[in-house]
């Protein structure tokens, strides 16, 4: 069985579709696959459909959304083997379990993929951190179950993946900037900054990469919009690793133009 989560919800088993149209069911099928090899609970998965006031039926509701699931899953399989889909959907004590291999899994190559860029941005191996980051990235559709219903278990995990999503774009906008690439970030980076308009590391990002590009006025603006952002939102002052990069632009530091990692270039900074 093949399962997407992150863009719309996808599972396929011999290529067939088994991703349920009611609400309810993808809802459920969506938690499983988000914990593929692992149990799900039935509390939780009450939890996740029908919030802290579930139905009294909520227990018998859930087997039969188990069931109709289970169905799809037998269909696709088209095996002689009665009850084939319970191997795929496994009761286990106090919950279910879907027992997918974990590369057929998009959030699991997602997690692959990044751990071995992550590997390679230790060794200095940037070039392969950049293609692996972006191969991480590349497997993401859309937002994460942008056509599920979301409760509020779902709703952890769905903010999780997206935080792990923009740690991975860091880095490997890192490791392009230390590979030169920089004027070809300008764009996404001005996207990016738009988005998250009171995030430091995009900020400064943004910022060197502008400057690298001789475009050091501009540099000074996006510290200046961040700042005022900051101040206007939460009566703070941007962070002192940003103030000192600020610096190092209105001063043409010469270390701003070094392809050293980020946490070298505030110790030169820091001087």
Known sequence: MEIKVLGPLEARENGISITPSASKPRQLLAMLALQVGNVVTVPTLIEELWGMAPPRSALTTLQTYVLQVRRKIDAAIQSDQPDAAKAVLVTRYGGYMLDVAQENVDVRSFERLASAGRRAMEVGDLKSASRLLRSALDVWRGPVL????IGSCLAMEVTRLHEAKLCVV??????????GRHQSLLSELSMLTAQHPMHENLCGQYML???????????????????????????????????RLQRAILNTDPALDSHISDSDLQRQLAG
């Not at 990469?209 to 001789?214: A, H, M, N, T």
Request: a negative charge; proline letters at 2%; aromatic letters at 6%.
């Open 209 to 243: 990469s502008l400057y690298r590009s001789g475009r050091q006025w501009q540099a000074l603006e996006i510290y200046q919009s961040l700042r005022d952002t900051l101040i206007n939102e939460l009566g703070l002052e941007p962070s002192d690793r940003l103030r």
């Open 170 to 179: 860091e880095s490997r906008i890192e490791a392009d900037i230390r590979l």
């Open 146 to 149: 942008v056509d599920v219903q």
